[in-house]
């Protein structure tokens, strides 16, 4: 009786498994489509114009995906050596690994040892719960079972290495080779891969970033491990356990440049890319990483010289008014809206090389070199000056500087405008090339007039410049532009009398796909000898005028500056024989600055320390101004000027020596 029941009960030990098996198998629906047909969210790359990553983009799980080509021979190597020798051999579960660790369950009385295969770990992570019941792991057998019929070995080891968590938020093998190594796959060393497989097992525990010694530990292991198999030799794992590899512990995304990821996440909607956090993108952009970040050191610096200005002044009104026994008459300025914006371009493409849009990101994301509409004032004059010098001006024309009184209607009514001068007075006659040197508002005015407001209106239309306005108000630069188009349209002068496209996409990779790629449109404004005309005038600005704070040591600079009314906006929009650069300053409330902030004053410096840094990245770079053909230089009352075929020389009657006339 005792024997029967004794044989009884171990017939039920033995089949029992298999009975609770079979009952899950047929229990429940085993559905492994989402790793058979295997597309995970993948991150997006931005990268510069070098080729330099500016940030990664990804929504909640950051994720490089790598096919299981692109996977080093070594990486599986390592992998199968530390979590699962037979893989290749086993259909998805490990019998004898099982039993052996039943065994020392029973003898330590609770689980001291797992049995999971690769194959089990994969279907743990995508498809089961981590719950520590008997029942889950049934079903992560029967699923893993069920995955080996569907998939091949490879393909089980591509999804693994993609899927598994690999520590500090990093998703896949490669995304990990990127975040703790900043390398490609195939340019990592044996001891920097045994660190990323040894990591699946305690992720935290084991992340290189938190305990370096203890990750350098488990690396070694899974060395030694392969090195008992007999996968490497003695020098191979000499070599990479002595190594020590630098280690970067930086943010999941490496954002180097927010504004610059803000501007290609609108415009990749604009492009009808909907996906671009979850697609698995790479945007190769025109950005310089490295004059984006002079960009921003140039606005901060303007932003702190301006505050220190500023204090400067009210500290002089006291000392004065304490001077003077008098009672302090200063209006304190409030500077908490003071913000401001660069753009830098590459003249004869448009390539935009920084975007800048505030003092600072984390204060202030809204983009304000690309988005603030603003009065751009005597910035906007040398179009004007353009249209003038192709109908016949030249720098020597004379112009009225001169105030006078102008009626126009307005709601019905009769309205007086009397503008001024910045310096509040006038000299009469001025050439056109010194009303534009020191902006003069009111000789700027009066060469409307010679020219024609319609005129000019309809010679305007080739700059393709929008909301012009339709009166007088155009001479001081009413209209509103933000500093990004203000930089399209200044190509006109700085690409030698051609307009190009300003763009910040090249071109977009999907799955090895070039997906759309920036096709480059120009327009032709006006011959390259009026155009240097015009640089040679607004060269004149920046040596001797109103833009002498933007002037560089070392490069020719030419430019304008532009101050609103009321001191409301300060540019300076300037280039140098190759990069085009946008400098605005202002209030974020459209209230004005201090009376002392000009264009020059504020958005100078800025422009300054900016190409003064892009020289010694770039001492290569252009330095000088080429005299294209057709552009005569002149001698008029002792100073230089230049003359073509349309901006003609002056007539000058010569006075004859009667004895000179004799001896003819």
Same mark, same amino acid.
């Given at each position: 009786? %005792?024997?029967?029941?004794?044989?009884?009960?171990?017939?039920?030990?033995?089949?029992?498994?298999?009975?609770?098996?079979?009952?899950?198998?047929?229990?429940?629906?085993?559905?492994?489509?989402?790793?058979?047909?295997?597309?995970?969210?993948?991150?997006?790359?931005?990268?510069?114009?070098?080729?330099?990553?500016?940030?990664?983009?990804? @929504?909640?799980?950051?994720?490089?995906?790598?096919?299981?080509?692109?996977?080093?021979?070594?990486?599986?190597?390592?992998?199968?050596?530390?979590?699962?020798? /037979?893989?290749?051999?086993?259909?998805?579960?490990?019998?004898?690994?099982?039993?052996?660790?039943?065994?020392?369950?029973?003898?330590?009385?609770?689980?001291?040892?797992?049995?999971? *295969?690769?194959? #089990?770990?994969?279907?743990?992570?995508?498809?089961?719960?981590?719950?520590? &019941?008997?029942?889950?792991?049934?079903?992560?057998?029967?699923?893993?079972? %069920?995955?080996?019929?569907?998939?091949?070995?490879?393909?089980?080891?591509?999804?693994?290495?993609?899927?598994?968590?690999?520590?500090?938020?990093?998703?896949?093998?490669?995304?990990?080779?990127?975040?703790?190594?900043? %390398?490609?796959?195939?340019?990592? $060393?044996?001891?920097?891969?045994?660190?990323?497989?040894?990591?699946?097992?305690?992720?935290? *525990?084991?992340?290189? $970033?938190?305990?370096?010694?203890?990750?350098?530990?488990?690396?070694?292991?899974?060395? &030694?491990?392969?090195?008992?198999?007999?996968?490497?030799?003695?020098?191979? @794992?000499?070599?990479?356990?002595?190594?020590?590899? +630098?280690?970067?512990?930086?943010?999941?995304?490496?954002? +180097?440049?927010?504004?610059?990821?803000?501007?290609?996440?609108?415009?990749?909607?604009?492009?009808?890319?909907?996906?671009?956090? *979850?697609?698995?993108?790479?945007?190769? !952009?025109?950005?310089?990483?490295?004059?984006?970040?002079?960009?921003?050191?140039?606005?901060?610096?303007?932003?702190?010289?301006?505050?220190?200005?500023?204090?400067?002044?009210?500290?002089?009104?006291?000392?004065?008014?304490?001077?003077?026994?008098?009672?302090?008459?200063?209006?304190?300025?409030?500077?908490?809206?003071?913000?401001?914006?660069?753009?830098?371009?590459?003249?004869?493409?448009?390539?935009?090389?920084?975007?800048?849009?505030?003092?600072?990101?984390?204060?202030?994301?809204?983009?304000?070199?690309?988005?603030?509409?603003?009065?751009?004032?005597?910035?906007?004059?040398?179009?004007? @000056?353009?249209?003038?010098?192709?109908?016949?001006?030249?720098?020597?024309?004379?112009?009225?500087?001169?105030?006078?009184?102008?009626?126009?209607?307005?709601?019905? &009514?009769?309205?007086?405008?009397?503008?001024?001068?910045?310096? &509040?007075?006038?000299?009469?006659?001025?050439?056109?090339?010194?009303?534009?040197?020191?902006?003069?508002?009111?000789?700027?005015?009066?060469?409307?007039?010679?020219?024609?407001?319609?005129?000019?209106?309809?010679?305007? %239309?080739?700059?393709?410049?929008?909301?012009?306005?339709?009166?007088?108000?155009?001479?001081?630069?009413?209209? !509103?532009?933000?500093?990004?188009?203000?930089?399209? =349209?200044?190509?006109?002068?700085?690409?030698?009398?051609? #307009?190009?496209?300003? @763009?910040?996409?090249?071109?977009?990779?999907?799955?090895?796909?070039?997906?759309?790629?920036?096709?480059?449109?120009?327009?032709?404004?006006?011959?390259?000898? #009026?155009?240097?005309?015009?640089?040679?005038?607004?060269?004149?600005?920046?040596?001797?005028?109103?833009?002498?704070?933007?002037?560089?040591?070392?490069?020719?600079?030419?430019?304008? /500056?532009?101050?609103?009314?009321?001191?409301?906006?300060?540019?300076?929009?300037?280039?140098?024989? $190759?990069?085009? !650069?946008?400098?605005?300053?202002?209030?974020?409330?459209?209230?004005?600055?201090?009376?002392?902030? !000009?264009?020059?004053?504020?958005?100078?410096?800025?422009?300054?320390?900016?190409?003064?840094?892009?020289?010694?990245?770039?001492?290569?770079?252009?330095?000088?101004?080429?005299?294209?053909?057709?552009?005569?230089?002149?001698?008029?009352?002792?100073?230089?000027? =230049?003359?073509?075929?349309?901006?003609?020389?002056?007539?000058?009657?010569?006075?004859?020596?009667? #004895?000179?006339?004799?001896?003819?």
């Amino acid at each position: 009786m %005792k024997k029967k029941i004794f044989l009884t009960l171990l017939t039920f030990g033995l089949f029992s498994p298999f009975a609770l098996f079979a009952y899950f198998f047929v229990a429940y629906d085993y559905d492994i489509s989402s790793l058979v047909d295997y597309e995970p969210a993948q991150s997006s790359r931005i990268y510069d114009k070098n080729g330099e990553k500016i940030a990664n983009i990804f @929504y909640k799980k950051h994720r490089f995906y790598a096919p299981f080509s692109e996977i080093p021979p070594r990486a599986i190597e390592a992998l199968v050596a530390i979590e699962d020798t /037979t893989f290749f051999e086993h259909p998805g579960i490990n019998v004898d690994a099982i039993f052996r660790a039943a065994i020392k369950v029973l003898k330590a009385g609770s689980a001291v040892q797992g049995a999971s *295969t690769i194959t #089990q770990q994969l279907v743990k992570n995508k498809l089961l719960t981590r719950e520590k &019941k008997l029942s889950r792991k049934i079903k992560e057998a029967i699923f893993a079972i %069920k995955l080996e019929n569907a998939l091949t070995k490879e393909e089980i080891l591509e999804r693994y290495l993609n899927e598994i968590y690999f520590g500090h938020g990093y998703y896949g093998i490669k995304t990990a080779a990127d975040g703790y190594f900043h %390398k490609e796959l195939n340019d990592l $060393t044996l001891k920097e891969i045994a660190i990323l497989v040894g990591l699946p097992k305690a992720p935290s *525990t084991y992340a290189p $970033t938190k305990n370096y010694e203890m990750s350098m530990g488990r690396a070694n292991r899974v060395i &030694k491990r392969m090195k008992v198999l007999g996968w490497i030799d003695d020098k191979t @794992y000499e070599k990479a356990v002595a190594e020590s590899p +630098k280690v970067y512990d930086t943010t999941l995304t490496q954002n +180097k440049a927010p504004f610059i990821v803000d501007e290609i996440s609108r415009r990749m909607r604009e492009l009808g890319i909907k996906d671009f956090k *979850t697609g698995g993108y790479e945007v190769y !952009t025109t950005i310089d990483i490295r004059l984006q970040a002079i960009g921003r050191e140039s606005v901060k610096h303007a932003y702190d010289k301006s505050l220190e200005r500023i204090e400067g002044y009210k500290k002089k009104a006291l000392a004065n008014a304490k001077k003077r026994r008098q009672k302090l008459n200063y209006v304190d300025t409030n500077t908490s809206e003071l913000n401001g914006a660069l753009v830098s371009v590459e003249a004869s493409t448009g390539k935009i090389l920084a975007l800048v849009g505030s003092r600072d990101y984390k204060l202030s994301s809204f983009n304000r070199a690309s988005q603030a509409r603003r009065q751009p004032g005597s910035a906007f004059k040398p179009f004007i @000056y353009q249209v003038a010098l192709d109908l016949g001006f030249s720098g020597a024309t004379e112009l009225t500087d001169i105030a006078k009184t102008y009626v126009y209607q307005k709601d019905g &009514k009769d309205v007086k405008w009397q503008p001024r001068n910045y310096s &509040k007075n006038y000299k009469g006659l001025i050439s056109l090339r010194e009303a534009l040197v020191h902006s003069s508002n009111l000789a700027t005015i009066n060469l409307v007039n010679d020219i024609g407001l319609n005129v000019l209106l309809k010679n305007f %239309k080739k700059f393709g410049i929008k909301n012009v306005p339709q009166d007088l108000s155009i001479s001081l630069g009413t209209l !509103t532009i933000t500093p990004l188009q203000l930089a399209k =349209y200044y190509t006109s002068f700085a690409n030698k009398g051609t #307009q190009v496209d300003t @763009y910040i996409i090249d071109y977009i990779e999907h799955e090895d796909n070039i997906i759309y790629e920036f096709t480059s449109s120009t327009k032709e404004i006006t011959t390259p000898a #009026q155009a240097y005309l015009m640089t040679s005038i607004l060269k004149s600005v920046v040596d001797r005028g109103t833009g002498v704070r933007a002037r560089v040591i070392g490069i020719d600079i030419a430019g304008k /500056t532009g101050t609103t009314n009321d001191n409301i906006d300060g540019w300076f929009a300037g280039y140098s024989p $190759t990069i085009e !650069t946008i400098v605005w300053f202002g209030n974020d409330n459209n209230k004005p600055m201090n009376k002392r902030e !000009t264009g020059g004053r504020i958005s100078g410096p800025a422009f300054n320390m900016f190409y003064t840094k892009l020289l010694k990245l770039y001492p290569q770079i252009q330095r000088k101004f080429e005299m294209p053909e057709g552009v005569i230089e002149v001698d008029v009352g002792g100073k230089k000027e =230049y003359f073509s075929d349309v901006s003609k020389p002056p007539r000058v009657e010569v006075k004859v020596d009667p #004895q000179e006339e004799l001896l003819f």
